[in-house]
């Protein structure tokens, strides 16, 4: 990875044009220095630079540029060749994404510019339109690439293709192309989407989505397709500078929107140098587990990387349609704890950056007011003082090591299968609710509330991984389906929700059930199924002498081999197994599901027994779990945080698994009153934390 300059970045985005006025800037920047900022970030659009054919504006961009330099702030240049110029969708509309309709996207005004001309712009699957993306570009890069001010780029904003992809005829092409080179010949993709009178790829067509393997590719394409042209966007500025750092950021919704909008941290993160993301609590709600699963998502696709919080929370939201009938606190109306919390969350969590998604709020538009810590004029508030006393600390020699340390890995893993993900989303067609996202969330919460740190594991990185724990895994291929129960059978625990693999290659429902060998894996065969989302809402059943819930899916079992655990209506409902070197844990619901709705204390329990199951000590446990503790490690010291999401100030005992000494308290937001052996007692401040140098 390109190097970062400083040791923390710490900034916003500032221009976007035309906000802020021009006759302010120099006094922002000043302000910004004097306050600690070291970075911000710009909306380089396309259609705000070439005003006409050929005539490109660079002046504002220019004048930022220097301002930049001038003040020892360093740039990163956001592309946003996806908001095209007016003339160009006048005089080329050929070039223009199509809908489903086949309706050529005009350029519109976004939410976040008074400047027009976002739609996804041109369709990149067009030779035509890519030449024309190029120039931009390459001018774009030729220009800025060896200023003073220059970082880097941030390419494919927020990672999506937001309201839909593309369904012109040039995509089309595209997309029998992929099939072509997925499936060899059309005798074989016949075969997989039980078709019989395809003669040839070209004769293939865009389909509605239903559960069927058609469908599947269609969204697979979708999702390859997108990082195919993003993937192009990031070569054609390197062509022309490749010295400068490359950056993107998603929007943390690899669970909820991937099959909708392609968002896929996994990949995202894989094109670039330097990944992030953006998550503002007042668009999804303030519970703690929320930010906490969103740095989470984006340090697991991150795979090592370094990662900032690309787009945080600095000021309030208003007559926004997500915030109707939520409660001022649920992140409408942001004070200054606010975003002491929300910024020490998200470096508790890995973030090494973080960059507000305005410096100031935009003056036009419907997000005017939104998101900053500054006020409209510019002026200071208690939360950029704040963010003021967050950036001179995170860039202070004495936080050097604690920076650079990074969070242990979690103890046990959960589990995501891009093939559940699409079965979720393709069932949800036919009228049932797509709960993917609730499953894997209430996954995340369970062992959260419990305060044992789980990361989200890609099933490409299992081996990472000793443990892991599989909400909604319905559908598998055959090849992932080996995978799994070879990590098994080298020692791995698996922990496993209903009907695992039920659809198995080319969602095809399997006549033996668990599929794909799975009864093997988990020593049960199935006695008794049922799909009722709707009404299966309380499927309730004791699991290691707890009364745990669940929802959705049930399936019931016979033992051939494994040992029942527990029982459902006189039926098996959980069984355990021991396969090679490994063990399963089968669960015949939705535990997850349910506790994403109704985060009881039985089902709680239930989570920490299944914990237990794994044959772990707990790194840490804390007496009052509304306490959030994390561990980051870096040479020979580790780091505990305790974070304190309340409102009110908590004092706890901190129970370390093994005997530590604490040293110097580097972030005061409360005080250790005692230590010893392995146990530290501390009163950590409402909306504060305590970051403590723990020594073995």
Known sequence: MKEVPMHF????VYFRKSNPPREDWERDYKRAAEDGYNIFRHWFMWGSIEIAPGVFDWEDYDRQMELAAKYGIKTIIAEISHSIPEWLAAKYPELLQSDASGKPKYPKTGFSSVTGGFNQGLCLDKSAARELNAVFLAKLAERYRDHPAMLGYDVQNECNFGEGPCY?????????????????????????????????????????????????????????????????KIDTICKTDSKNLMSAHGIASSFRSREQNGADDWTSAGLVELYGFTWVPCRHGNEPWRLFSAADVTRA?????????????????????QLKGRPADDGRVADEKDVRIWNLISIACGSRG????????????????????????????????????????????????LIESVPVKGQIGILFVPECSNAAFLHSQSGNENCFFRIMSGAYQAFFDNNIQADFVHVDHIDDYQALYFPYPVSLTSSHADKIKSWVKQGGTLICEACPGYFGDNLRVGQVQPNLGLDELFGVAQK?????????????????????????????????????LSFYKENVIAASNVYGKGKTLLIGT???????????????????????????????????????????????????????????DKTVNVFMAETCNCGEILWKGGAVISTESNTIRAVVNARDALIIRVKK
């Open 528 to 564: 008794h199924v049922e799909f009722m989302p709707d009404i299966l809402t309380d499927i309730i059943f004791t699991l290691f002498g707890m009364e745990a819930g669940g929802e959705g899916f049930l399936q019931l079992y016979e033992c051939k081999g494994g040992n029942a």
């Open 9 to 12: 970045p710490y900034g916003a």
């Open 168 to 232: 012109c005829a040039d995509t089309l092409t595209a997309y029998q192309a992929w099939l072509k080179e997925k499936y060899g010949d059309i005798k074989t993709l016949n075969k997989a989407w039980h078709k019989y009178s395809y003669t040839s790829f070209d004769e293939i067509r865009f389909t509605e989505y239903f559960f069927y393997q058609e469908s599947a590719d269609l969204i697979a394409f979708q999702h390859d397709n997108f990082y195919k042209n993003m993937k192009w």
């Open 301 to 321: 696709g991150s795979r090592g990387k370094k990662f900032w919080h690309a787009e945080a929370q600095g000021g309030h939201l208003w007559l926004q349609p």
């Open 590 to 648: 939705f535990l997850s599901g349910r506790y994403a709705r109704k985060s009881d204390s039985e089902t709680a329990g239930a989570f920490r027994k299944i914990f237990d199951f794994t044959g772990q000590e707990p790194v840490l446990t804390v007496s009052d779990n509304t306490i959030r503790a994390r561990i980051s490690s870096g040479g020979n010291n580790r780091y505990l945080w305790l974070l304190n999401p309340g409102n009110v």
């Open 354 to 401: 973080m960059l507000y998604p305005r410096y100031r709020p935009l003056l036009d538009g419907p997000l005017f007011g939104a998101f900053a810590p500054y006020e409209m004029d510019g002026s200071r508030t208690p939360r950029s003082e704040m963010a003021s006393k967050i950036a001179k600390w995170a860039n202070a020699s004495g936080q050097k090591e």
